[in-house]
């Protein structure tokens, strides 16, 4: 599967944007979701992900503020953010995992169980 995110941008804190992932194939409502960031010079860290029956999941720093869900008629996946704050500003990139539809909140904060991964848009958060 092919994932192609898009939606980033520059925003004020406080402000909100979406984040949409498009995915490729026939095969997307088989898959679980997750949705990562990286900031300069620090690790990839989890934010949210949500399992084929629509659990959803989220990073205690995200809860609250971003909510993830999908859209299986689209093969698109989706992260709302809200009270954006300058500590979000990183690449954000989707990822797609379908050997495990009944994932743990642990499993899915591993990047490393997602086969699949898109480019990554830019988020800036500015103070």
């Known amino acids: 599967v092919q994932l192609q995110a898009s939606g980033g941008g520059l925003v004020q804190a406080g402000g909100s944007l979406r984040l949409s992932c498009a995915a490729s194939?026939?095969?997307?409502?088989?898959?679980?979701m997750g949705w990562f960031r990286q900031a300069p010079g620090k690790e990839r860290e989890f934010v949210a992900a949500?399992?084929?029956?629509?659990?959803?999941y989220y990073a205690d720093s995200v809860k609250g503020r971003f909510t993830i869900s999908r859209d299986n008629a689209k093969n698109t996946v989706y992260l709302q953010m809200n009270s954006l704050k300058p500590d979000d500003t990183a690449v954000y990139y989707c990822?797609?995992?379908?050997?495990?539809?009944?994932?743990?909140?642990?499993?899915?904060?591993?990047?490393?169980?997602?086969?699949?991964w898109g480019q990554g848009t830019q988020v800036t958060v500015s103070s």
């Open positions: 194939g026939r095969t997307f409502s088989s898959y679980a």
């Open positions: 949500i399992r084929r029956s629509g659990v959803t």
């Open positions: 990822a797609a995992d379908q050997t495990n539809p009944w994932g743990s909140y642990y499993y899915y904060t591993l990047g490393g169980n997602y086969a699949y």
